[in-house]
């Protein structure tokens, strides 16, 4: 079942059935690697999550890693979710939005977007990225993007995500303290405090939003934010998959346009995140002036007795890698949480 | 799963859930009626079989029998796996390419590409076509074809194939004894061995590859080598559905041109020919100057009881009708199999 956070429940209704292209806009960011601040990745090595999840969600392997046995013990990465329903009812095109990586997907024949974009900089320092450029780009890549099926479906991976999203919204004014989520069941409050108040110190109060953004953002937020108003302006039916990342760059999009007609957009994230109550997405998406639609896939592993698993349902992980949407999709075409269920557990030996 | 021959798997994993057209290949040769040469269908009316292969997966009726009741008891066609397929995941298209058949079959509203072509002789005698004619056809055919979906499986059916596949390649200069797969468990080596002995009696020394394709090649070896450089040339995502005989195209073509960059081509077969132990696929395809992508489906009647389709899992029929290509369209498309086995096990009763 798809259940409703904001929004009308139509706008997903009249996407049953339909076909979807998944891209997964993916950068890495130096704040990533700040020790004990995410969990998304094997520990040293988080900058290259993103390479790893495209890789794995593509071709069902993982190439950028000399050494395979390295991969996390604990929780599994949410990309598990996506590719299990990318097997069950596969989308129409899997596509890679590369807004600036560490190391580069191995990947042929897959279609790959590049914008030129670098990854950026430790917020803690200043991320040292030209926020007008890349939203530009993304508002540019919209207009031109050439939508192959029904909807898009895009989802994101960035490492370190939930820290750039609310230190960027809480720099644009927002009072969204305790609403953003971690992959971390216990949120590391102590050292995202940290990292968080040490960026906005690097502010000034002359800086303009873009200024801002490009001292304590990333670019999945600011390219996505273009993203979304291109959309918005065509009217190309398209879904944001993730958590409160996404809806924080409704919360930059917002920011920076007015008038924005949301219509055609939804953000769908997982069961985790939509009845999480350590964050309130409810409450993020509502800060926007424009109508937004937003639904979760009610969704858990109770029907899984494997103990990877069952770390989700207890609150770590998350979403990540588009699994919330992808859940959605599945559910929109037919597939059950059995199915889905013995699908990821395949993986998992 | 879909397991690698050669190449690079990404190829086929861009394909995961995009919509094929299936063109069924077909031609007739006298070489066929040799008795003892094949056990592709009914004996003494081998010559129908591609006829009443092309009618089955589309229709799912047999209409070129007088008598259905002398329908083989024995190992059943693979067309049985193609139309289980056809009827869980339905393919866009089922078009059929006439390239010389005993009886035409009995279609209406399916798309049937005619190329003027008649039933090729007995390689023994020599086979009696123009080569040149029929490559070019087949060049020409691929430039101007239209594609309707993403992208076109090309599948085979002509019995006693592998022998005018066989002595092709011999003819041609590769060294290829015992690389070329039979419809027998025990390869009727002695027949064979006979009727490709007395059939390269007939090349001339001053013969070119054209002359030797002449006599003792059949109708859809050598169109389908030309369709593939004119696919080859456009970029056109081909899979050519078929074990050892579409090597034997690949390896036609391979002598009949060169710069081939077959990068959106495949070769995709069953498991019967991919681990079968007394031919060599992967030999076979090593032997092109150019690279090759060939997988094959992991799929196998292990979840059957049918004595008819046990007989696959020990080694008879093992592929045709681009029985191979379908499985690994259908695992591409989501089905499992114990979905397949089921479906195919109805026609059986």
């Known amino acids: 079942m798809i259940k409703k956070?904001?929004?009308?429940?139509?706008?997903?209704?009249?996407?049953?059935?339909?076909?979807?292209?998944?891209?997964?806009?993916?950068?890495?960011?130096?704040?990533?690697?700040?020790?004990?601040?995410?969990?998304?990745?094997?520990?040293?090595?988080?900058?290259?999550?993103?390479?790893?999840?495209?890789?794995?969600?593509?071709?069902?392997?993982?190439?950028?890693?000399?050494?395979?046995?390295?991969?996390?013990?604990?929780?599994?990465?949410?990309?598990?979710?996506?590719?299990?329903?990318?097997?069950?009812?596969?989308?129409?095109?899997?596509?890679?939005?590369?807004?600036?990586?560490?190391?580069?997907?191995?990947?042929?024949?897959?279609?790959?977007y590049e914008f030129g974009l670098k990854m950026s900089d430790n917020i803690e320092d200043g991320a040292n990225i030209d926020a007008k450029e890349v939203f530009e780009k993304g508002i540019e890549f919209a207009k031109d993007y050439e939508l192959e099926s029904d909807y898009l479906i895009l989802a994101e991976s960035?490492?370190?995500?939930?820290?750039?999203?609310?230190?960027?919204?809480?720099?644009?004014?927002?009072?969204?303290?305790?609403?953003?989520?971690?992959?971390?069941?216990?949120?590391?409050?102590?050292?995202?405090?940290?990292?968080?108040?040490?960026?906005?110190?690097?502010?000034?109060?002359?800086?303009?939003?873009?200024?801002?953004?490009?001292?304590?953002?990333?670019?999945?937020?600011?390219?996505?934010?273009?993203?979304?108003?291109g959309a918005c302006k065509r009217g190309m039916p398209l879904v944001l998959a993730g958590g409160t990342q996404m809806a924080g760059v409704l919360l930059i999009a917002n920011k920076l346009a007015s008038n924005i007609d949301a219509k055609n957009l939804a953000l769908c994230t997982t069961k985790w995140v939509g009845e999480d109550e350590s964050s309130e997405i409810k409450a993020l998406l509502e800060m926007c002036d424009f109508k937004v639609n937003a639904f979760y896939a009610d969704f858990d592993f109770a029907l899984s007795d494997h103990p990877a698993l069952k770390l989700y349902d207890q609150g770590e992980a998350k979403e990540g890698v588009g699994a919330g949407a992808c859940l959605v999709y599945g559910l929109l075409n037919g597939l059950g949480k059995e199915s889905i269920t013995r699908e990821v557990e395949k993986f998992l030996g």
């Open 158 to 229: 960035v490492p370190s995500g939930t820290t750039t999203a609310l230190c960027s919204a809480l720099a644009l004014g927002y009072e969204c303290e305790g609403k953003f989520s971690s992959s971390f069941k216990a949120k590391p409050t102590d050292i995202k405090q940290k990292v968080i108040e040490s960026a906005l110190k690097n502010i000034d109060q002359n800086d303009d939003e873009f200024a801002k953004l490009s001292k304590v953002s990333d670019n999945m937020l600011i390219f996505n934010a273009g993203f979304v108003l």
């Open 5 to 112: 956070i904001v929004g009308n429940v139509d706008f997903i209704e009249n996407l049953r059935g339909k076909s979807a292209t998944f891209a997964l806009s993916m950068t890495t960011t130096q704040t990533c690697n700040i020790e004990g601040l995410t969990q998304a990745g094997i520990p040293g090595l988080i900058h290259l999550t993103p390479t790893l999840d495209g890789e794995f969600i593509c071709s069902g392997e993982v190439r950028s890693l000399e050494n395979i046995a390295e991969t996390p013990k604990g929780v599994p990465t949410p990309a598990l979710i996506t590719r299990a329903i990318h097997l069950l009812k596969p989308f129409k095109q899997m596509q890679i939005f590369d807004l600036g990586v560490h190391t580069k997907p191995k990947l042929d024949y897959f279609k790959s």
